[in-house]
């Protein structure tokens, strides 16, 4: 089966997977934003080394790939590719990050010069060039994460697997098997490195 037809909707379940996974990320943050003594992940209780917030994260990098490496198989134009994920990611973090720090941030921010601060605009200004900036001046400094939008953590690797998947592209790793069965056994063998995979920092932890 080719990656087209896998990904093609009513050939599998992507929506369900989906919707489990922003479950999972619910759930496994909630331990950490909400930290109740005793109580723990139960995926983390489980396996020992990650909890379902970070399963789930990883399960949607991986669809990520697939989707946008069917995307550059289907286009075969490096140009149109590099425009299309332009076009998705820097408008969307753009407006984001304007409502943040527009309208959300001055409602709860206690910092009375809110607007005279130059953070404030080098929030968006950082976040639209991918140049990623968690923090607005005043807002939830009391708290224990004063992130007002931490997810935004995922956006430089998804850039980065755009970039890596480019050069794979040019190199034309994704029409030649032994090339592209090379990079994989490379990608295999890093992540089994201690500084290469999650699992095994984890473990070392």
């Known amino acids: 089966m080719l990656i087209a037809d896998a990904v093609r909707r009513g050939n599998n379940n992507f929506d369900l997977l989906r919707l489990v996974a922003a479950a999972m990320v619910i759930v496994g943050h909630s331990y950490a934003l909400v930290p109740v003594k005793g109580e723990i992940d139960p995926i983390q209780a489980l396996v020992g080394f990650a909890y379902s917030g970070s399963l789930a994260v990883k ?13 550059l198989l289907q286009k075969q134009d490096i140009i149109e590719f590099v425009t299309m994920r332009t076009a998705r990611v820097v408008p969307a973090i753009a407006v984001c990050s304007a409502i943040l720090a ?10 009375t010069k809110y607007f005279s601060n130059p953070d404030v605009f080098r929030f968006i200004w950082g976040n639209s060039i991918i140049n990623i900036q968690y923090t607005l001046p005043g807002v939830f400094q009391n708290l224990a994460f004063k992130e007002v939008n931490a997810s935004l953590w995922t956006i430089p690797y998804e850039v980065c697997a755009y970039i890596v998947l480019a050069g794979f592209f040019l190199i034309g790793a994704l029409k030649n098997k032994h090339v592209a069965a090379a990079i994989c056994v490379f990608f295999i063998v890093y992540s089994l490195l201690p500084q290469g995979g999650d699992f095994f920092i984890f473990l070392q932890q």
């Not at 399960?59 to 995307?71: K, Y």
């Not at 527009?102 to 910092?111: A, H, N, R």
């Open 59 to 71: 399960f949607f990098f991986f669809l990520s790939g697939i989707l946008v490496t069917n995307s």
């Open 102 to 111: 527009l309208i959300i941030g001055p409602i709860f921010t206690t910092d």
